[in-house]
């Protein structure tokens, strides 16, 4: 069965670090670029990061640049979202999803599947 999930999600203070991974059965994420979605209580959906399915090439939303950092590892078929500094605008529901490749710019635009989230929260 083809899906992608996602882990690493919790509960961290304001400044705290976590570690989400995306990692993929049924579906080879190296074809793909990758891309990390969030969606807060009452708001759109919104693109986060996405890197190119060489890892070579990376995209940022401003609100993030300089905190997280994207990466993967296509012998582990995985993709990582390291997030530091978090802030509890950070809070949200966080998806990764598989793209076309070239989408790097468009932020992974019209993922083809997506995961089924995972929770962070930032709070005191």
């Known amino acids: 069965q083809l899906q992608l999930v996602e882990s690493g999600g919790g509960l961290v203070q304001p400044g705290g670090s976590l570690r989400l991974s995306c990692t993929a059965s049924?579906?080879?994420?190296?074809?793909?670029?990758i891309g990390w979605f969030r969606q807060a209580p009452g708001k759109e959906r919104e693109g986060v990061s996405c890197?190119?399915?060489?890892?070579?090439?990376?995209n940022y939303a401003d609100s993030v640049k300089g905190r997280f950092t994207i990466s993967r590892d296509n012998a582990k078929n995985t993709v990582y979202l390291q997030m530091n500094s978090l802030k509890p605008e950070d809070t949200a529901v966080y998806y990764c999803?598989?793209?076309?490749?070239?989408?790097?710019?468009?932020?992974?635009?019209?993922?083809?599947?997506w995961g089924q989230g995972t929770q962070v929260t930032v709070s005191s």
């Open positions: 890197i190119s399915n060489s890892g070579g090439s990376t």
């Open positions: 999803a598989a793209a076309a490749r070239g989408t790097v710019q468009a932020m992974c635009v019209r993922p083809y599947y």
């Open positions: 049924g579906l080879t994420l190296a074809y793909y670029d």
